[in-house]
């Protein structure tokens, strides 16, 4: 462990090549120069949750073997947003006692029960791990799973809307992970307004993960507008979670009437379209008005996004800011001193 303090450091001295991505929020790969200023805390965690940077490492020595390996870490974070180097070294060192310096070599079943005691070891919710292994199957260029061709026929309507209790969510992840343009243009869309709740709401589980096509935003804003159903307005937040023009204008059309759950839906997965401080502002007056314990929260979630900071602080320091969203701010002063 000489010299070596990074994840980066420690992949590269093993000889293999990696890729880091986000499993905090939505499924979505770190850049590699963004990461590397993480690793050196110049930089804080681009997407924190719950205080952790919640990451996907995919790794593989392609001169040696078509297998890829996986690590599935949740590292603190400190009151910036920065690494807390300490807990990755003693991950590292973890790995080292567990492994040695070749992660890739065959372990036993005392070594493999040792890594998995790791304490910096996490298991993603069963539709983020679809998403992660449809996503890097894909850019392995590797098969989809079994799941692909049966999903695939019913997102085209060959198997009748009704007849989806055989979809998985793999399936779907596979699905999006490798849709042609056709799909993205036309099938998509067409599904988003035929499918029944169940299956909706499943498909939006995943759609949230990748890029979301015009054609697709349309289908999704569509829905919203056919009826006032907060269910299915927590559907389509999701699902143009990877389209922001879109995106923002949907959360205002949700915000008026938007339940506790919706409020967190957007909190969690459309951040980024919170960055409009007008939209910002009307969210958590909305929030204010609805639950001030929620509120308290949401506010901790929101003010340690990097993108959103400045303007959260902003919104709270607004002299004509709603009464309901001044007395949420005194109630959330009230509970920092407490």
């Known amino acids: ?4 303090t990074t994840l980066h450091q420690f992949l590269q001295a093993a000889g293999v090549q990696y890729q880091v991505f986000d499993l905090g929020r939505r499924v979505v790969p770190l850049d590699p120069i963004e990461f590397a200023q993480v690793e050196a805390t110049q930089s804080p965690y681009p997407y924190p949750r719950s205080g952790h940077a919640w990451l996907g490492v995919l790794f593989w020595n392609p001169a040696l073997s078509q297998d890829h390996y996986i690590w599935f870490i949740k590292l603190p974070l400190d009151e910036r947003g920065l690494l807390n180097p300490a807990a990755r070294s003693q991950f590292l060192q973890t790995v080292v006692d567990a492994l040695g310096k070749d992660p890739t070599a065959p372990m036993t079943q005392e070594q493999q029960e040792q890594l998995k005691s790791n304490p910096f070891i996490f298991q993603p919710s069963q539709d983020k791990l679809a998403v992660f292994h449809a996503r890097i199957n894909a850019q392995l260029a590797r098969p989809a799973s079994i799941y692909y061709e049966h999903c695939q026929s019913y997102l085209k309507g060959q198997l009748g809307w009704d007849n989806w209790q055989q979809l998985g969510l793999q399936g779907l992840a596979d699905n999006l992970a490798r849709l042609s343009q056709a799909q993205r243009d036309e099938e998509l869309p067409q599904a988003i307004g035929q499918m029944p709740p169940e299956p909706l709401a499943a498909f939006a589980s995943v759609a949230e993960h990748f890029p979301c096509s015009p054609q697709m935003a349309e289908a999704w804003l ?30 205002e059309l949700a915000l008026p009437q938007a339940s506790a759950d919706t409020l967190v839906v957007i909190a969690a997965r459309c951040w980024s379209a919170l960055t409009h401080p007008p939209l910002l502002k009307a969210y958590l007056t909305r929030l204010a008005k609805l639950d001030k314990t929620l509120f308290v929260g949401l506010y901790s979630d929101l003010v340690s996004m990097p993108t959103l900071r400045q303007q959260v602080l902003s919104v709270l320091r607004d002299p004509e800011r709603d009464q309901a969203l001044a007395e949420a701010i005194g109630h959330l002063m009230q509970s920092v001193k407490a």
């Open 1 to 4: 462990m000489e010299n070596i």
């Open 222 to 251: 569509t829905l919203m507008g056919e009826g006032d159903h907060d269910a299915i307005n927590q559907m389509v937040l999701r699902g143009l979670a990877g389209h922001q023009a879109s995106l923002a204008k949907a959360i």
